[in-house]
């Protein structure tokens, strides 16, 4: 019988090598999820500059689920450790996507939700997530007020999901 957990293995590790392609220092955590005790992010990466604490999930279908335990666990370790918390999506036949966690839908319940549409829209991709681009919508070529990307920063730091260095860092 095949391992149940292979193709969210096989999905980490391809994250891994595409981390590590791009120049970052990458490890997979080997015991991340409920093979311990310890809450562990799946990913950490770092490029010398910013370092992530990477929860990455995959599905063939839509949308992807996080428990709100996974978002604790996440948020947590990423603030004791100094790297900033992000999700990484990935459905078949797509790329990865990348969201902060307070940019994702929470549930009735208390945990978090991903589409495939939201990802597509609103997620970072790989290529803007390892700093090879930037993504601009037809919203930011027009001037009409302020830039909602500082905003939404302004927003994310008034709720507390960034501490000041990080927003400073993303307005820079």
């Known amino acids: 019988m095949a391992n ?14 595409a981390l590590d392609e791009a120049g970052f220092a990458v490890m997979r955590a080997p015991a991340s999820g409920s093979a311990t005790e310890r809450e562990l992010p799946d990913v950490l990466s770092g490029d010398g500059e910013t370092f992530y604490a990477i929860e990455a999930k995959s599905s063939a279908g839509d949308p ?3 428990t709100g335990e996974e978002v604790e666990a996440l ?3 990423a ?19 990348f969201f902060h966690p307070a940019d ?3 549930t009735d319940g208390g945990n978090y939700r991903v589409k495939k549409e939201k990802a597509l829209s609103d997620g970072t991709d790989f290529d803007e997530f ?3 681009s930037k ?8 001037d009409d007020g302020p830039d909602q990307s500082v905003l939404d920063v302004l927003s994310a730091f008034e709720r507390g999901d960034l501490d000041k260095e990080d927003a400073a860092a993303m307005l820079e």
């Open 4 to 17: 149940s957990n292979a193709k969210g293995d096989r999905r980490e590790r391809e994250l891994v090598n």
């Open 64 to 66: 992807i689920y996080l």
């Open 75 to 77: 948020l947590f370790f």
């Open 79 to 97: 603030r004791n450790f100094g790297a900033k918390p992000r999700i990484g999506v990935r459905f078949d036949r797509e790329d990865w996507y």
């Open 104 to 106: 994702l839908h929470t």
């Open 130 to 132: 390892v700093g090879n």
């Open 135 to 142: 993504k601009v919508t037809l919203d930011e070529v027009g």
